[in-house]
Nanobody
Framework: QVQVAESGGGLVQPGGSLRLSCAASGFTLDYPMIGWFRQAPGKEREGLSCISFSDGNTYYAESVKGRFTISRNSARNSAQNTVYLQMNNLKPEDTAVYYC????????????????WGQGTQVTVSS
């Protein structure tokens, strides 16, 4: 059974940084891509970034390119894999609930998913 759990959210001042973590387990290379979405109040969910567990290729939405960095820590023969989202130079408009997702991909320039979602972690950027 696939399980996805995020951690690392919180309150940060504008210009600050946060690192989110996602612990994903219960899947094999049938789900080669793990990524991050967010949903701000009153807005639709937005795909932010996606990383391949097979070759490490990464993809980013234009809104976060250059400020956010996705990475993975995959232990060989491990049942659990971890994905990180390093967020720098945070802005008030980055305030949202951030979700880790499985089976993400790039489609017509957008990051999309039909996989599993975590429960989300709140990130608030405010002075």
């Amino acid at each position: 059974q696939v399980q996805v759990a995020e951690s690392g959210g919180g309150l940060v001042q504008p210009g600050g940084s946060l690192r989110l973590s996602c612990a994903a387990s219960g899947f094999t290379l049938d789900y080669p891509m793990i990524g991050w979405f967010r949903q701000a109040p009153g807005k639709e969910r937005e795909g932010l970034s996606c990383i391949s567990f097979s070759d490490g290729n990464t993809y980013y939405a234009e809104s976060v390119k250059g400020r956010f960095t996705i990475s993975r820590n995959s232990a060989r023969n491990s049942a659990q894999n971890t994905v990180y989202l390093q967020m720098n130079n945070l802005k008030p408009e980055d305030t949202a609930v951030y979700y880790c997702v499985t089976d993400c991909r790039l489609s017509r320039g957008l990051i999309v998913t039909k996989g599993y979602w975590g429960q989300g972690t709140q990130v608030t950027v405010s002075s």
